[in-house]
């Protein structure tokens, strides 16, 4: 008996996130809808309406037969007005899970954040057992943590699982913020301030890798939960074995590129007199295509460590399945802030012959340092200016803080559990991004 084909509802799917995702799921034949406030595309059935109004998407998911709802709507950054956080990422998330629960809908991925897990302090390699701040760094984050537990505390209620995933700095074609804040620094002239010391690393996401993700997850959702039962210790041994947990992973190498080390039974061979009996078995392990999931040396898994046995033993649901879990979700190439931002500029204005050594105007200007507490001094100043005037302030505390921390998280759980790996590198996705941005906005 043939499997019944799923049927997507992608709610934002108009937006930049969102419309990735539609594209990724027509890609591969799938059945796809959009439940939006505005239509952009027209390629697939649309829906228009209110996210917190549960009658509303409930008579979506029964028209549709919706079986997978991919949740991505989310006001953007710098709201004036901080409520519509709330309203739609906590309200809009009960309303999703209510309708869902009601359809009959079988699973929810959700679009989180990684922004939950900050603080304004340094994000250091964190994993998915970090708690929620006590104090939030904004409101857009500490609603968008409400909206994930929710999700997260409906799963196998109704029938339904659910997943979270926390992506950190996407961009890519579509992005219309960093993106457009980086073209206006350029346009200014801009590009030679920095603020802080420049040794920050930062994690960014490429949307194509976020939304494949999202793919996977809902498709990894099909496996049922760990039995409660005398059989789980059995099972989650069973997982451990299946997760090579006892082996290292390969290292990222979207945008580096795979750089191996020789071996005895992988090698370039070199200069010889006579060639080794098996000399093309050795020269062919070495040039073979690398599979990222293939485990690499051992490891020892220390008791901090998140797949250790006692770790395991201590989470409240197995973090060896997808159902009922959080995953943070990068491209797992940390880089230094502001080397980021200056190879989109660099993008923009790439070199040319015009200069005796090839670079570009900017590029040849030496980068003015503001130190990180002289610029929390200037930003409370343009805040407290841009009151008196009644206009938004372009330089704010919020930004310093945000280009001078440390934020990069472990996607060990997401590479193991989910089977996610980047496809797409921080250089590759730069590219496409500016090329977009130009032919969108008639740029040379």
């Known amino acids: 008996m043939s499997q019944q084909k799923e049927v997507y509802l992608v709610i934002g799917g108009s937006g930049f996130v969102g419309r990735h995702i539609v594209e990724h799921l027509l890609a591969r034949g799938d059945i796809v809808c959009v439940f939006d406030i505005v239509q952009r595309h027209h390629d697939v059935d649309f829906y228009s309406g209110d996210i917190t109004d549960e009658s509303q998407l409930l008579d979506v998911l029964n028209k549709t037969g919706t079986t997978c709802i991919i949740h991505t709507a989310s006001p953007p950054h710098g709201a004036k007005d901080p409520s519509i956080y709330y309203k739609v990422n906590v309200d809009g998330c009960k309303a999703v899970i209510s309708a869902a629960q009601a359809a009959g809908v079988t699973k929810l991925v959700y679009t989180s954040s990684a922004g939950v897990v900050f603080d304004g302090g340094d994000v250091i390699n964190l994993d998915e057992r970090a708690p929620f701040p006590e104090k939030p760094f904004d409101a857009y984050n500490d609603s968008k943590a409400q909206g994930e537990k929710l999700i997260l505390e409906a799963n196998g209620k109704g029938g339904l699982l659910t997943v979270a995933l926390r992506p950190a700095g996407i961009f ?110 050795i020269e062919a392990a070495f040039t073979a295509p690398r599979d990222p999931h293939t485990p690499a040396h051992p490891i020892i898994r220390s008791r901090f460590d998140q797949f250790s046995d006692n ?110 790996e980047p496809e797409v590198g921080l250089e590759e996705g730069v590219r496409r991004m500016v090329e977009w941005f130009k032919k969108e906005n008639n740029l040379p």
């Open 172 to 281: 890519g074609e579509g992005d219309r913020q960093m993106m457009v804040g980086l073209y206006q620094a350029y346009q200014r002239g801009q590009t030679h301030f920095q603020v802080g010391d420049n040794n920050n690393l930062f994690d960014y996401t490429y949307v194509g890798n976020l939304a494949k993700a999202h793919l996977i997850a809902a498709d990894k959702l099909s496996s049922p939960s760990l039995p409660a039962s005398s059989q789980e210790t059995l099972i989650t041994d069973s997982l451990k074995a299946e997760l090579h947990l006892d082996r290292a992973l390969q290292p990222v190498s979207a945008t580096i590129g795979v750089k191996r080390v020789p071996t005895c039974e992988a090698r370039p061979l070199g200069p010889f007199v006579t060639p080794p009996p098996n000399a093309a078995e």
């Open 311 to 420: 770790a395991i033993d201590l989470a409240e649901s197995s973090p060896l399945q997808v159902a009922g879990q959080v995953f943070f979700i990068t491209n797992g190439e940390p880089v230094y802030f502001w080397d980021f931002m200056r190879f989109i500029w660099l993008a923009l204005d790439p070199p040319t012959s015009k200069l005796p050594s090839g670079a570009s105007e900017r590029a040849q200007r030496s980068a003015w340092v503001i130190p990180r507490g002289f610029g929390m001094v200037l930003g409370f100043l343009a805040e407290c200016w841009a009151s008196l005037i009644g206009k938004e302030a372009g330089f704010t505390r919020y930004r310093v803080g945000y280009s001078c921390a440390t934020r990069y998280h472990n996607i060990e759980k997401a590479r193991r559990v989910l089977g996610y």
